[in-house]
Nanobody
Framework: QVQLVESGGGLVQTGGSLRLSCAAS????????MGWFRQAPGKEREFVAA????????YYTASVQGRFTISRANDKNTVYLQMNSLKPEDTAVYYC?????????????????WGQGTQVTVSS
């Protein structure tokens, strides 16, 4: 059982930065792959980034490669998404998610647990 609570969203200008946090509860957090997804109005929820339980492997969608960094602090039961060089097309609700399966880490249907989402808005 994993419960996730996200924070850190807000309004920033193009080129700015935000760091999203996802606080997890549950005794098995360190064994889970963690992912970030985002969903803009009228669009499908899409994969952004994922990190293995050990933190040794990460994966990013091409559109955020080099700008976003996913990390985790297992001792704090927290996963982060550092977002730099933000663009208006990054505007979306961002969701944290957890799954025991790395092999489906890029798929919405591969995740068992989801946070409530936090709004990120990037103005031009």
């Amino acid at each position: 059982q994993v419960q996730l609570v996200e924070s850190g969203g807000g309004l920033v200008q193009t080129g700015g930065s935000l760091r999203l946090s996802c606080a997890a509860s549950g005794r098995t957090f360190s064994s889970y792959t963690m992912g970030w997804f985002r969903q803009a109005p009228g669009k499908e929820r899409e994969f952004v980034a994922a990190i293995r339980w050990s933190g040794s492997s990460t994966y990013y969608t091409a559109s955020v490669q080099g700008r976003f960094t996913i990390s985790r602090a297992n001792d704090k039961n927290t996963v982060y998404l550092q977002m730099n060089s933000l663009k208006p097309e990054d505007t979306a609700v961002y969701y944290c998610a957890a799954t025991p399966n790395w092999n489906t880490a890029t798929l919405v249907h591969g995740y068992d647990y989801w946070g409530q989402g936090t709004q990120v808005t990037v103005s031009s």
